[in-house]
Nanobody, 125 residues
Framework: QVRLVESGGGLVQAGGSLRLSCAASGRTFSTYAMAWFRQAPGKEREFVAAISWSGGFKIYTDSVKGRFTISRDNAKNTVYLQMDSLKPEDTAVYYC??????????????????WGQGTQVTVSS
């Protein structure tokens, strides 16, 4: 059983920064792709960013390119999402997820096998 626990969310003013963390346990973390998704109130969950098993391949949704950075530390079984220049439209619950089938990430929710409980990010204007 894989367990993912997110942390680092909170309330921040527009233009500020937050760093989300997702700690994984229960499997050999270093061989699998990881991703961040988010769900704003009244909206469907959407892809934000994903990273390959080695950290060498990363993909982002267009709205966060240049502002968010995904990274991972396999020694700590942790994936991070550094969020800079935050905007009110970034307000959402952020979820991390793991794909236990392969190490190269994709954008579709259905690719991911386990999810964290989510962490709230609120950006005030």
């Amino acid at each position: 059983q894989v367990r993912l626990v997110e942390s680092g969310g909170g309330l921040v003013q527009a233009g500020g920064s937050l760093r989300l963390s997702c700690a994984a346990s229960g499997r050999t973390f270093s061989t699998y792709a990881m991703a961040w998704f988010r769900q704003a109130p009244g909206k469907e969950r959407e892809f934000v960013a994903a990273i390959s098993w080695s950290g060498g391949f990363k993909i982002y949704t267009d709205s966060v390119k240049g502002r968010f950075t995904i990274s991972r530390d396999n020694a700590k079984n942790t994936v991070y999402l550094q969020m800079d220049s935050l905007k009110p439209e970034d307000t959402a619950v952020y979820y991390c997820a793991i794909d236990l089938k392969k190490g190269i990430p994709g954008r579709r929710e259905s690719l991911y096998d386990y999810w964290g409980q989510g962490t709230q990010v609120t950006v005030s204007s």
